[in-house]
């Protein structure tokens, strides 16, 4: 499954949901306590979503936006169900 990122390094504290302005597709809301350099929130981007999605690290891969906000993320058996939950309702915590 792909979906559209919008991430906000340097949060207070990880967490996935919610969603970000009104486009379709839809874009989902990452919070990450880590800084945006060396790739830092880009690996804790890949662990938050893992741990929201119930899957393992290693299905998860940023496909495009290695260096911007906005990314496009692949999840490899991701349920569809689950995205749509973290989209419509608010933040939850991840991790």
């Not at 874009?27 to 945006?36: F, H, Q, S, T």
């Amino acid at each position: 499954m792909r979906i559209s990122v919008r991430v906000q390094p340097g949060a207070s504290r990880t967490v996935i949901g919610g969603r970000y302005g009104s486009a379709d597709p839809p874009v989902l809301l990452a919070r990450v306590a880590a800084p945006a350099t060396e790739g830092r929130a880009n690996r804790a981007l890949v662990e938050a979503l893992a741990a929201a999605f119930g899957v393992r690290p290693q299905r998860v891969t940023v496909v495009t936006g290695h260096s911007n906000r906005m990314k496009i993320v692949d999840i490899e058996g991701a349920d569809p169900a689950r995205a749509a939950r973290l989209l419509e309702g608010g933040p939850s915590p991840a991790g």
